[in-house]
């Protein structure tokens, strides 16, 4: 199997845990290896009684699909335990994992993959694509597998615009340029900065208020805002923007469910600012 394509799944198994671990408070154990020709048949028996969800990345394009038991899929969903529909949160926790891996593998590009709004199509077939099997343990429970699968073209979309220029680089170059982005490891100095503490803070809106206004302020006085009700909540690092999201109810605590975030490459920026 492509390099480029196995990064992607060693990545989304990452990206995946951590999802689940944000709307439940604990983080599955996960294992990924590629579907055997026995697994693919199985699978493609009974392709129908799998819950799908299915993405494709905006430009260029790449479709992904992920397909789940209801054994699995009801598992994770409704652990959160916030009233949420299990399919809408298992849907999002899949969303947010192939938005991560594919942020993560495609930071040093010119322009980062993104995947557009996701639905429940299934695949016509496995056999054409890339599947890779995942195993998951939650709550000391072993669950039904996932299967994980892309398109074959995901391994030039994911090896980089510049590696697709000139048409003609030998195999082992392209292999070369498609595990760079991905297993570069990093300096000793990003390393150390991995640990350091940023204050985070949400931002539900603002408001400018006549110093005479603010003085009358009292308790329940009401200062209406610039966001409207359904708008996004930011969420900021010292003083700047890193993402957006939606306000939620998380074991009787509020959170913010990510939506949009910034580009990894500015993420990394604000080390500048601590």
Same mark, same amino acid.
């Given at each position: 199997?492509?390099?480029?394509?196995?990064?992607?799944?060693?990545?989304?198994?990452?990206?995946?845990?951590?999802?689940?671990?944000?709307?439940?408070?604990?983080?599955?154990?996960?294992?990924?290896?590629?579907?055997?020709?026995?697994?693919?048949?199985?699978?493609?028996?009974?392709?129908?009684?799998?819950?799908?969800?299915?993405?494709?990345?905006?430009?260029p394009?790449?479709?992904?699909?992920?397909?789940?038991?209801?054994?699995?899929?009801?598992?994770?969903?409704?652990?959160?335990?916030?009233?949420?529909?299990p399919?809408? =949160?298992?849907?999002?926790? *899949?969303?947010?994992?192939n938005?991560?891996?594919a $942020? !993560? %593998?495609?930071?040093?590009?010119?322009?980062?993959?993104?995947?557009?709004?996701?639905?429940?199509?299934?695949?016509?077939?496995?056999r054409?694509?890339?599947v890779?099997?995942i195993?998951?343990?939650?709550?000391?429970?072993?669950?039904?597998?996932?299967?994980?699968?892309?398109?074959?073209?995901?391994?030039?979309?994911?090896?980089?615009?510049?590696?697709?220029?000139g048409?003609k680089?030998?195999?082992?170059?392209?292999?070369?340029?498609?595990?760079?982005?991905?297993?570069?490891?990093?300096?000793?100095?990003?390393?150390? =900065?991995?640990?350091?503490? *940023?204050?985070?803070?949400?931002?539900l809106?603002? $408001? !400018? %208020?006549?110093?005479?206004?603010?003085?009358?302020?009292?308790?329940?006085?009401?200062?209406?805002?610039?966001?409207?009700?359904?708008?996004?909540v930011?969420?900021?690092?010292?003083?700047?923007?890193?993402?957006?999201g939606?306000?939620?109810?998380?074991k009787?605590?509020?959170?913010?469910?990510?939506?949009?975030?910034i580009?990894?490459?500015?993420?990394?920026?604000?080390?500048?600012?601590?």
């Amino acid at each position: 199997m492509e390099e480029s394509i196995t990064s992607f799944f060693e990545q989304w198994i990452d990206e995946f845990a951590r999802a689940v671990e944000n709307f439940t408070g604990e983080r599955p154990a996960l294992s990924q290896k590629a579907a055997n020709e026995t697994q693919l048949e199985d699978w493609e028996a009974k392709l129908a009684e799998f819950h799908w969800w299915q993405q494709e990345t905006e430009d260029p394009k790449f479709k992904a699909w992920v397909g789940a038991e209801e054994a699995c899929w009801t598992a994770i969903g409704g652990s959160s335990g916030d009233g949420n529909d299990p399919q809408e =949160l298992f849907h999002e926790m *899949l969303s947010q994992a192939n938005q991560g891996s594919a $942020a !993560v %593998l495609s930071s040093s590009f010119a322009s980062p993959l993104r995947f557009a709004a996701g639905s429940d199509d299934p695949p016509a077939s496995l056999r054409p694509l890339r599947v890779a099997q995942i195993g998951v343990q939650f709550r000391d429970a072993v669950l039904p597998d996932l299967i994980l699968a892309l398109e074959p073209s995901a391994a030039k979309v994911l090896t980089g615009p510049e590696s697709s220029g000139g048409g003609k680089h030998e195999p082992a170059q392209i292999a070369g340029a498609i595990s760079a982005p991905a297993l570069r490891p990093n300096p000793p100095m990003f390393d150390r =900065l991995m640990d350091l503490q *940023l204050p985070l803070s949400v931002v539900l809106g603002q $408001a !400018v %208020l006549p110093i005479r206004d603010v003085l009358k302020i009292t308790a329940g006085s009401v200062i209406e805002l610039d966001r409207r009700v359904g708008d996004y909540v930011e969420i900021v690092v010292h003083g700047t923007v890193v993402a957006r999201g939606e306000i939620v109810s998380i074991k009787g605590n509020y959170g913010v469910r990510i939506k949009e975030v910034i580009s990894r490459q500015d993420r990394f920026a604000l080390k500048d600012a601590a």
